[in-house]
């Protein structure tokens, strides 16, 4: 039987913090104090897919350990589902993934999940039904009934993703949830998390990956040396117009690139009359391309240049580190 739930009021934040505050005490002789995290303070929506990014040691698994309560705050609050962090009917409604999961490592993926089922209340049964069914979701087959101990770094992940989904939580924080994965685990969970957010599941993940923040989030969050750089949705992050293009072509001769390198920015050349040629934005392609076509020149590819989730972290890390130059547009 599924635990009783109570519905949130509708347009309540899923996470809020405020001034969320760590500082840890370091050093020997002299003790001084890391902060590892300065005065956070973030929204997420119900039902969103909310990127929580940043380099190595910018706070991003502090902040989640402060909302588990694995940790307490030097200073600032925060709130989950709209109560107070810590508040044990919410405990029921979440779901958690760790950096490094680490199980009882004698017992099987089956009986793990069984385990987290029975600790939320379930019955044996269902509790069996509830793992048989994760474990699919995760791509776990005939391993599912071999010791923990035996299992790759990946399939402990896959094995951790379904035991912080057992209780189908309406919220679900993942940390570093692609680590370990090889490109089709990447891919399938992914998937999930899409299922998830369709569902009405909010979703909250960090991780250094921008590729998965992109290709998932509805909005994200930079963070760096514990400080939050910028938050917003990827429209508001990025500028998608296009600054310029590149066209990729096969088969032009040396002569005809002289006469057209009047009207492209530079070439590249790739290899066996394969070029790499790049357009301002105030140049259109498609005049170019069939001046080229004219001439026996295959067009391979075009793309425009627009500044990427990437350049805008970079941005960001280097500002907070006194450095100023400004990030190359690609493609």
């Not at 600054?243 to 290899?271: D, K, P, Q």
């Amino acid at each position: 039987m599924t635990p009783d739930r109570p519905i949130p009021p509708v347009g309540m934040d899923a996470i809020r913090t405020e001034g969320l505050t760590k500082h840890y005490d370091v050093g020997f002789w002299r003790r001084r104090p890391y902060v590892a995290l300065d005065g956070l303070t973030l929204r997420v929506g119900q039902g969103e897919v909310f990127g929580f990014l940043g380099p190595n040691g910018a706070g991003k698994t502090t902040t989640l350990k402060l909302l588990m309560q694995l940790i307490y705050p030097t200073a600032g609050h925060a709130e989950i589902l709209g109560k107070a962090v810590g508040d044990l009917s919410v405990r029921r409604r979440i779901g958690y993934l760790p950096e490094n999961p680490y199980f009882y490592d004698n017992l099987t993926g089956e009986e793990l999940l069984v385990y987290f089922a029975r600790v939320f209340g379930y019955s044996s049964s269902e509790g069996r039904q509830r793992a048989t069914r994760l474990l699919d979701e995760v791509g776990i087959g005939a391993e599912r009934r071999f010791a923990l101990r035996r299992y790759s770094k990946g399939m402990i992940q896959r094995v951790g993703i379904a035991q912080a989904l057992i209780n189908d939580p309406e919220l679900v924080f993942l940390d570093e949830p692609m680590s370990g994965l090889d490109p089709l685990g990447r891919h399938e969970v992914r998937e999930l998390i899409l299922r998830l957010r369709d569902r009405g599941c909010t979703v909250f993940f960090s991780s250094h990956v921008l590729s998965d923040a992109e290709a998932l989030c509805s909005r994200v969050a930079i963070l760096t040396k514990g400080r939050l750089a910028a938050a917003g949705s990827l429209d508001e992050l990025i500028a998608f117009q296009a600054g310029g293009w590149v066209v990729v072509v096969s088969g032009m001769a040396e002569e005809t690139l002289n006469r057209v390198r009047h009207r492209i920015v530079s070439a590249n050349r790739l290899g066996d009359g394969r070029f790499s040629l790049e357009l301002s934005p105030s140049t259109r392609p498609e005049p170019l391309i069939a001046d080229l076509a004219t001439s026996g020149v295959r067009v391979v590819s075009l793309n425009p240049l627009r500044t990427t989730l990437e350049d805008v972290f970079i941005d960001h890390v280097r500002a907070a580190s006194g450095e100023r130059e400004v990030v190359k547009k690609t493609s």
